[in-house]
């Protein structure tokens, strides 16, 4: 149980395009997730927190325009990177908390690899 | 603020042999902190926790124990094995159920 997909888990898209990334808890409900971005040999940076019915909270130095996050149902959110540039390249990490379980448990999505060329 | 340090450097080890991966942290009060574990190709699973100070929190045959004295959560493991070879990332929980990560630790167990 308790399983977390994303997709796609790799992109490639050019320079000024928008790519969305889907966050899909797969059998439980998720009232709140959470968007991670990961640099190679750095650890994950927390970039905004999805609350479902709501407005997404993000996090100090987060550009909302540039990160649009939409959280429809308790089951997924999404990511739109707006207008993509090469600095915006880097692996992209949801998580969601389920609302049956304890109060600290997070679990993870495998991520997706995002190359802006 | 609240971040978490992980000793640099990948750690290399032949199976059998013990490992230990420090962790030390920077808090304000005393969080929850955690031990995930990301092997190739998934994300990351919780391996352990612990909630308040001198709590040993175990699974699999890894251990780490809250210790607030010296503000650490060192994992350990007495006898790795090839399974074990993963990122190993330590964590504290701050605000509203957000998670702090420290840089991860890549482990590779040799044959």
């Known amino acids: 149980g308790a399983v977390v997909s994303q997709h796609p888990s790799r992109v490639i898209c050019k320079s000024g395009t928008s790519v969305k990334i889907e966050c899909r808890s797969l059998?439980?409900?998720?009232?709140?997730m959470f968007w991670y971005r990961q640099f190679p040999k750095q650890s994950l940076m927390l970039m905004a927190t999805?609350?479902?019915?709501?407005?997404?909270?993000?996090e100090q130095g987060v550009e909302k325009d540039k990160f649009l996050i939409n959280h429809a149902s308790l089951t997924l959110s999404t990511l739109t990177v707006t207008s993509a540039h090469p600095e915006d390249s880097s692996f992209y990490i949801c998580?969601?908390?389920?609302?049956?379980?304890?109060?600290?448990?997070?679990?993870f999505g495998p991520g997706t690899r995002l190359t802006v060329t | 603020g609240n971040s978490v340090t992980q000793m640099e450097g990948p750690v290399t080890l032949s199976e059998e042999a013990f490992l230990t991966i420090n962790c030390t942290y920077t808090?304000?009060?005393?969080?929850?902190l955690f031990w995930y574990v990301q092997y190739p190709g998934e994300g990351l699973q919780l391996l352990l926790k612990?909630?308040?100070?001198?709590d040993k929190g175990s699974n699999k045959g890894f251990e780490a124990t809250y210790r607030k004295e010296t503000t650490s959560f060192h994992l350990e493991k007495g006898s790795v094995q090839v399974s074990d070879s993963a990122v190993y990332f330590c964590?504290?929980?701050?605000?509203?159920?957000?998670?702090?990560f420290g840089k991860g630790n890549q482990v590779v167990v040799i044959p």
């Open positions: 964590a504290l929980v701050y605000g509203n159920n957000r998670l702090a």
């Open positions: 998580s969601a908390r389920d609302l049956s379980q304890a109060r600290h448990e997070q679990y």
């Open positions: 612990a909630t308040k100070a001198d």
């Open positions: 808090a304000t009060g005393y969080p929850s």
């Open positions: 059998d439980f409900q998720a009232t709140t």
């Open positions: 999805s609350n479902e019915g709501s407005k997404a909270t993000y």
